[in-house]
Every structure is written in structure tokens, then in C-alpha cells.
């Protein structure tokens, strides 16, 4: 980031400078204040939002895109927090059909391909990631193969771990299954140490857990659980500081069995809504976190609380303070939509451009091209 854009945003902000992009006249969905706020001007620049507020056609210049948005409801785009993209998605295809319905962040596991193809296939991912209109953060294999003693694989080595939980667009440890954390697994703990030490994320996944192994495995230090599979377990791992990612996907669909919290007056900061594997039926057919956010309205949660679900809360729990809101000083990740229920999605904002219309991706999407030694793979 160079001085001068920040000097940019703040003479935009100031109405000294115009603004790239305005959207006028929306809803906005306030997910810091959980408020409704009618007839707001939104002002972009260099992909930054550097204006919420009344009225503001001072922003407006000859080269700004204006966007007439009265009667639309404008929310921020929806983040997915676990997703296993590198067990079969292209994320070129995924983005076409995900980012037209409003994901606009996905953060994604990489064990998979780890398993399959060790560091070079970590790799190979990585660079599929890249030059989309959709923010994929991965996670670090956490241990690979997590059972040596009954598989083998390729392996992911700590060096390799090393270098990887170092990088920006690494956001923490990948999901270490519970029973290699409690009982003091040297490759867990040694890993656990170094994610600790730089203040990223450990993915938990405490299928099963409860009580003291549970509470072990947070003192650990683990920071999340995508296996709560009713309220109640959901409700143990929130009082316990975890972050609660509610499943809705292909391997399990746990929404409705956990609904119930939307009822208890809870404090919903640590709950958010994941795909784990997202079915790919149902983000051809139905959607992506759109869909999710549907489902939990229509399962009892407020919209409000919904959308929190699938953008502020994931944004916080992993540190990305550009992301999750529509503020001044964050990313422009937007969406519009018309119906509080429904969520039909009409234009996707990413980074400031208009990205998608009606369901129709606007911008062109390069395909990564994997080598020839990635088909002569087998896990
Ligand atoms: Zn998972």
C-alpha cells in the first residue's frame, strides 16, 4: 500500500477528490450495528470504500460509475470460512458460478491436494487461486496423512508448513482432527506452537468431543469447530470461545438441527455459516452463501443475524479487518439484492468493480492450466 492512495482515500472521503465508483440511494444492512439504514451513498476509490453516508453527489465526477440503487438492499459480500476447494472444484469454475450469487471470499482447506500431491500440489492450488474475481485465503495442511499409522501419502513436511503459515494469504492451520491434538501429537504440537506464536488461526474439527477433551482441545489453543451437529453442541463450543461455523454442504447439512440458538438470545459473534464441501448441485442449482443465509432465515434466524453470519462474524474471527462490512477503510466487497428473504442477488461488487449482473459474471476469468504430472495423481 503506497502513502499516495491513502492520501487519495482521505481527499476522496474529503469530497476534495472523485470517487471511482458511487453507489446511490441503497438499504444498507448495517452489520456493525445490526441497524437498517435507508437512502445511503456508498463511495469507492482505488477499490477501497471511502464513503457511508447521506447524500453525497460531490463524489460524483465525469469518469465515475454511479449506481442507481433505490429499493435495493446493500450488504457486504458473503464469505465462505471453511471450504474444501481442493478436493474437486477448478476455482475458475467455482468463481463463475459463486461469485454471480454474492460469495466474494472463500477460505479454503488445501489438505486435500496435499495428500494427493504433497508441496507441489499445495502449489499447484495455490496458483489456481489467483487473478479471480473472489478472495480465496487457504489454510495450511495440518497434518499429512493424519493417520500414518493406516495411510500414506505425500506428505507435507513442517519446512513446507514453514514457509506457507508465513504467507499472507494463509490465515491459519488447517483443520487438526481433535484426538491428534489431545493426546500431544509431536506434529500437532509443534505445528500449534508456531501458528500461536504468529497470531493466526487453528481450524478445529471436534467431531464427537465434549467436556474435558473438548475443553482440552481449546486449551490447546484451537479457535474453531465446523462438527457441532445439533444446539447443543453448538452451544458448548460457543461458551467455550470457539467459533461455531454452522455446516450446510455436501458432506452434512447441520443448519436446521442447530437453529435452535437463534432462539436462545444469544450473543451470535462467534457463529457463522460454512459449506465445509460445498455441494456442487446445489451451487449450480440454488447457490453458494446466498443459499446458506436463505436457509438460516427460513430456519429462524433474523436477516440480519444471517448476513452477520456469512460476513462480519467470519471477517473477525479470522482478522481480516478489510472485510465484512461496509465502512470506510474496508475492501468494497458488495452486494444487491432485492428481498429480505429471498436474497436475489442482482450485482456483485469485488474490489470495487461491478464483477457480476443478474446472475451473469461481467468480467473474463483466467483458467489455470495444472501440469501434466497433476493427472497422475491418486489419494
Ligand atoms: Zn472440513
New binding site residues.
Partial sequence: MREREIEERIAAALGEEKADLVIADATLLNVLTREIQEGIWVGVRGGWIVYVGEEARDLIGPHTEVIEARGAYLCPGFIDP?A?LDSVYQCAEYARWVVPRGTTTTIS?TAMVANAAGEEGVRWFIEDTKGLPLRIYVLSPSMIPPFPEFETSKGFPYEAFEALIEEDFCLGLG?TYWPRAVDRDPRAMRRYARVISLGKTLEG?SAGARGRKLTAYCAAGTTSC?EATGAEEALERLRLGMGVMIREGY?RRELEAISPIAKAGLDMRGVMLCT??ADPRMVMEEGCMDELVRRAIAYGFDPLTAIQMATINPAAYFGLRRLGAIAPGRWADMVLFEDLREIRVRKVIQEGRLVAENGRLLVEIPRHRYPPEAYRTFA
Fill in positions: 471453511h474444501h482447506e483443520e474439527h465446523h458432506i465445509d464441501f
